[in-house]
């Protein structure tokens, strides 16, 4: 069984940054996926914030654009980082990192979501 465990999260000043860090444990056949980064605010939807190819390529939200970085780390490719820049008030939320698996071979289209981690930007 495939998990994800978030860590990093915390409160911070407005203009800081934090490092989230994604952690990929369990087995499975399938090694082709994608790493997503997605939060949320009590009350409003999911929302994407970034995310990391299996082909290495990389996306972001405007709102991450330019402030946020996603990156694998590199020795252990089992460990995905969010590096959020000039945080913003706004940038408070629950975040989420999210495996996205292909389809095709051993792979299923099989989503797994971590449990979620706090980020409190304060004035």
């Known amino acids: 069984e495939v998990q994800l465990q978030e860590s990093g999260g915390g409160s911070v000043e407005a203009g800081g940054s934090l490092r989230l860090s994604c952690k990929i444990s369990g087995f499975t056949y399938c090694s082709r996926y994608d790493i997503e980064w997605y939060r949320q605010d009590p009350g409003k939807e999911r929302e994407f914030v970034s995310g990391l190819q299996n082909s290495g390529g990389t996306t972001y939200s405007d709102a991450a654009k330019g402030r946020f970085s996603i990156s694998r780390d590199n020795t252990n490719k089992f460990i995905v980082y969010l590096q959020m820049n000039s945080l913003k008030t706004e940038d408070t939320a629950m975040y989420f990192c999210?495996?996205?698996?292909?389809?095709?071979?051993?792979?299923?289209?099989?989503?797994?979501w971590g449990q979620g981690i706090q980020v409190t930007v304060s004035s």
């Open positions: 999210k495996r996205s698996d292909e389809y095709g071979g051993n792979c299923r289209g099989n989503k797994y």
